[in-house]
């Protein structure tokens, strides 16, 4: 068990023939009974701190490790966030190729449905147009035909009425 101030203080030493100087030594007695008080009071400050400090340690240690949770989260939500943007953006390709493929397929649906209509209505049209010649050249044949200049030479004669007198 180590010394107390008050340990030094009460120690008496035996006094023998040609012994130390009693002022002497209650002096140095009293000198370090001063300095051990200083130890202990600087050893008492110092073990107040240290215990201050490591209780800030402990906080700041404790703040560490929940800093680096955080971030460890923080990297795992990240890395989900991306590999499910990156699902989500090969489902919108995939969706958009779909669509491109759909839209290209009944374009040319309608385009062949179109150039078959445009092939039917040259039929129709050359039809229709070798009719109409044949219709217009047999009505010009029938106003070239001679009969229209017999019908100039019929005379008609007036016919007049009777009346009941005669």
Request: aromatic content about 6%.
């Amino acid at each position: 068990m180590p010394l107390t101030p008050l340990d030094i203080h009460n120690k008496e030493f035996n006094k023998g023939f040609r012994g130390y100087d009693e002022d002497e030594v209650n002096e140095f007695l009293d000198q370090v009974i001063k300095d051990y008080e200083m130890v202990i009071r600087e050893k008492k400050e110092l073990e107040s701190k240290l215990s201050e400090l490591n209780e800030k340690l402990g906080h700041f240690t404790n703040i560490e490790e929940t800093l680096n949770k955080s971030i460890l989260i923080a990297q795992e939500t990240a890395e989900e966030v991306k590999r499910n943007a990156s699902k989500e953006a090969k489902l919108i390709i995939k969706e958009a190729e779909k669509n491109a493929d759909r839209i290209i397929n009944e374009s040319l649906a309608k385009s062949r449905k179109i150039s078959i209509e445009i092939e039917d209505l040259k039929k129709q049209s050359k039809v229709f147009r070798n009719r109409f010649k044949m219709l217009v050249e047999a009505q010009l044949d029938m106003l070239n035909n001679d009969d229209w200049d017999h019908l100039m030479e019929y005379n008609v004669e007036p016919v007049f009425a009777e009346s009941e007198e005669n």
